[in-house]
């Protein structure tokens, strides 16, 4: 049996490869190995805002798939990034309904967004691992969650001038206006600020 790596999700940048796509890092959870893999803009905002914890007021296409499947009593056991061709990652959900076990294909973006919503596992293969992984040195935030320093990078220098309270205010708005992916990189700067103010007081 091909060994099996398992994985995290490490953080998300913007892809220096792909212009108006991200980059989202998978860490070897018992290594130091990170994998990028370049995603959508929709995607990124799915699992940045689950990233955040940031709650929309109506659910998005993974948050909906989530919960169908749980209401219909069907359970997500793992995702698998099975192969890496052509610069593509190629990913199966292993789904189970308490009786039997169904695979299905699906785009790795995908099938890390739900799995985030589920707390399911994400398993890749050695080849895979070190075939497209790389060494990086990570820090860890307050809150314990690994993440790179590219992480959610603020989409202008306006938001890192704003007192906390604007930016409390800011991400309100975004939330309301459905602007996830901003919303998060907002919220960012706000866990950073605050984290800054409190070592000040310390």
Do not use: C, W
């Not at 994998?35 to 955040?52: D, F, H, K, L, N």
């Amino acid at each position: 049996m091909e060994e099996r790596i398992r994985l995290e999700v490490l953080g998300i940048s913007y892809s220096q490869i792909q212009s108006g796509a991200y980059a989202l890092i998978l860490a070897q959870t018992d290594g130091s190995i990170r994998i990028p893999i370049v995603i959508g803009a929709a995607e990124a905002q799915s699992i940045a805002i689950r990233m955040e914890g940031i709650k929309p007021p109506r659910p998005l296409t993974h948050d909906l798939f989530t919960t169908f499947a749980h209401a219909f009593g069907v359970k997500l056991l793992e995702v698998y990034i099975y192969r890496f061709e052509n610069g593509i990652f190629s990913s199966e959900l292993t789904f189970s309904d308490g009786e039997r076990q169904i695979v299905i294909d699906a785009r790795t973006s995908d099938a890390i967004a739900i799995a985030m919503r589920t707390g399911s596992p994400i398993y890749t293969t050695r080849e895979i691992l070190e075939e497209t992984g790389f060494v990086m040195e990570i820090q860890p935030d307050p809150t314990n969650r690994m993440q790179t320093q590219e992480t959610l990078t603020p989409p202008d220098p306006e938001p890192e001038n704003r007192s906390i309270e604007e930016l409390e205010k800011m991400l309100s708005k975004l939330i309301d206006q459905e602007r996830y992916e901003e919303a998060a990189k907002v919220s960012e700067i706000l866990k950073r600020k605050k984290k800054e103010s409190s070592d000040r007081d310390t």
